[in-house]
Antibody, heavy 117, light 112 residues
C-alpha cells in the first residue's frame, strides 16, 4: 500500500521557520519527482516546489523562491521542505505528492501550517 | 506561466444526471514528446485531492467509468455520465506539460 505521511506543521510567528517532512512508502520513491502543493483555507491548490528523482534539480514557485528549499533523502524515503521567513500568506495545508505525470499518482493527508502573531 | 481557466465555478446537479466541466489553457498543452499532460483531480470535502484522469482521458485505477476526459490543445472537458452522491466535491484541472505546474481554480459540484 502506498503511503505519504506529512508532518511538521505548526503555528509559527511571521518571520519564523518550519521544516516539513513527508515519509513515503509502497512505491519506488527514488525514481519519481516529488512535489509540494499547498491549499490556503477555503482556497484552491497551489504548487509550491518540485525536486527531481535524483535530487539534483529543484524548482520553486515565485511566491516562495529564496525562502523555501525542497530536498529529499532517498536512503530514508523522505521528502522535506525547509520554510524560512514565513509570512501570513503562507498559511495553508501542505501536501506532498509524487510526479503528477506518473502512471501511479499519490498524495499525503496534508499538514497544516499557520503563520500568525 | 500557463493559466488554467475552469468553468463553471459551481455546478449544481441532480442525482443521476450528467455533469460537464470545462478547462481551458492559455497555451497548447501538447508536449514535444507527443503527450498532453492535462490531468483532472477530485477533492471531496475534508479529503486530500486525488487524481481521476491523467493525460486527458486515461482513468486512474479505481475510478468509476462514469468519469471521462476529453479534449486537445487548449480545450478540455471532464464529464460525469450520471452523478452520484459521492461525487460531491471540487474538481481541478492541472497542466504538467510546462513547469511550473498550474491548477485551474476549481469547480464545486453539489447536489441540487
Amino acid at each position: 500500500e502506498v503511503q505519504l505521511l506529512e508532518s511538521g506543521g505548526d503555528l509559527v510567528q511571521p518571520g519564523g521557520s518550519l521544516r516539513l517532512s513527508c515519509a513515503a512508502s509502497g512505491f519506488n520513491f527514488g525514481s519519481d519527482a516529488m512535489i509540494w502543493v499547498r491549499q490556503a483555507p477555503g482556497k484552491g491548490l497551489e504548487w509550491v516546489s518540485v525536486i527531481s528523482g535524483d535530487g539534483y534539480k529543484t524548482y520553486h514557485a515565485d511566491s516562495v523562491m529564496g525562502r523555501f528549499t525542497i530536498s529529499r533523502d532517498s536512503s530514508k524515503n523522505t521528502l522535506s521542505l525547509q520554510m524560512n521567513s514565513l509570512r501570513v500568506e503562507d498559511t495553508a495545508v501542505y501536501y506532498c505528492a509524487n510526479d503528477p505525470n506518473s502512471a501511479g499518482h499519490y498524495w499525503g493527508q496534508g499538514t497544516l501550517v499557520t503563520v500568525s502573531s | 506561466d500557463v493559466v488554467m481557466t475552469q468553468s463553471p465555478l459551481s455546478l449544481p446537479v441532480t442525482l443521476g444526471q450528467p455533469a460537464s466541466i470545462s478547462c481551458r489553457s492559455s497555451q497548447s498543452l501538447l508536449h514535444s514528446d507527443g503527450n498532453t499532460f492535462l490531468h483532472w483531480f477530485q477533492q471531496r470535502p475534508g479529503q486530500s485531492p486525488r487524481r481521476l484522469i491523467y493525460q486527458v482521458s486515461k482513468r486512474d485505477s479505481g475510478v468509476p467509468d462514469r468519469f471521462s476526459g476529453s479534449g486537445s490543445g487548449t480545450d478540455f472537458t471532464l464529464k460525469i455520465s450520471r452523478v452520484e452522491a459521492e461525487d460531491v466535491g471540487v474538481y481541478y484541472c492541472v497542466q504538467a506539460t510546462d513547469w511550473p505546474l498550474t491548477f485551474g481554480g476549481g469547480t464545486k459540484v453539489e447536489i441540487k
